[in-house]
């Protein structure tokens, strides 16, 4: 790939929208970068990525967007120690199954990996959330449901070079009820460490792209804390709404492509 102006401004554009938009809702952002990866350079007449290397250059910009992510939310109060320990361990052993397995795969599986995975989290997403807010230092959940849910999508994730956030958030909601702040800042935490895994699945795999990634991590840092800063101000209610209509948004594009 030639290193033109243009193709470097498109992957920092794609990789500073996507990691501002993570650090708002608390997602590792791709769920947002996978199908700008994939459709944006084309469309502008660049070389197509394979969804090998999308899913390798997401795992690595996801790892360095939610270290940015997580040190905005350090004060915050909001990330729950024993929430980020119980899904974090789990997840971070699925997502390196998964990021190593994901070789062997051909690019229609990981499409239609990253298209179940974003389905469910969209349906999710618009189911009731029963968590009270402002009951953080009370805060219950279920651990053993906490880890088997993180396991399966650390390995579903790492698939797809993800860290799962796009998932853990809606379980964290509608099957955990924890409160929505809180379950953002500490799926930042739990994305951070699944990150682990599936990047050091990618580059054992040999699918990692060095410009690319090194590109999609400057944008990174620079965009998730903003967007993590302006998170912490917004209404609840407003989060929510970014998160789903983000998600759903994905489902239709990826699915629609699939069935054609």
Do not use: C
């Not at 912490?232 to 069935?259: C, F, G, H």
């Amino acid at each position: 790939m030639d290193l033109d102006f243009g193709w470097l401004l498109t992957l920092f554009a794609i990789g500073f929208i996507g990691s501002f938009i993570s650090g708002m809702v608390g997602i590792g952002g791709s769920i947002i970068k996978y199908p700008m990866l994939l459709y944006i350079p084309p469309a502008l007449g660049f070389v197509a990525f394979t969804a090998q290397e999308v899913s390798a250059v997401s795992a690595v910009q996801v790892f360095f967007a939610t270290i940015a992510g997580v040190f905005a939310y350090r004060k915050s109060g909001l990330i729950n120690k024993h929430l980020v320990l119980y899904m974090g361990i789990p997840i971070v052993i699925g997502s390196f199954v998964g990021g190593y397995g994901s070789k062997f795969l051909p690019d229609s599986a990981i499409n239609l990996t990253y298209a179940v995975l974003a389905l469910v989290a969209a349906i999710m997403m618009f189911l009731p959330k029963k968590g009270q807010e402002g009951d953080y230092a009370k805060l219950q959940f279920n651990k053993l449901i906490a880890g088997l849910s993180a396991a399966v999508v650390g390995i579903l994730s790492g698939v797809v070079g993800a860290a799962g956030a796009f998932i853990t958030v809606p379980i964290m909601l509608v099957v955990l009820k924890i409160p929505t702040r809180v379950a953002i800042a500490s799926s930042l935490a739990i994305t951070f460490i699944s990150s682990i895994g599936s990047t050091a699945g990618k580059v054992m795999g040999g699918h990692m792209l060095l410009v690319p990634s090194i590109i999609m991590v400057v944008a990174s840092i620079i965009g998730s804390p903003i967007g993590a800063k302006i998170g912490q101000k917004l209404n609840v209610k407003v989060l929510q709404m970014v998160l789903a209509l983000l998600i759903t948004a994905t489902v239709v594009k990826i699915w629609l492509d699939i069935l054609s």
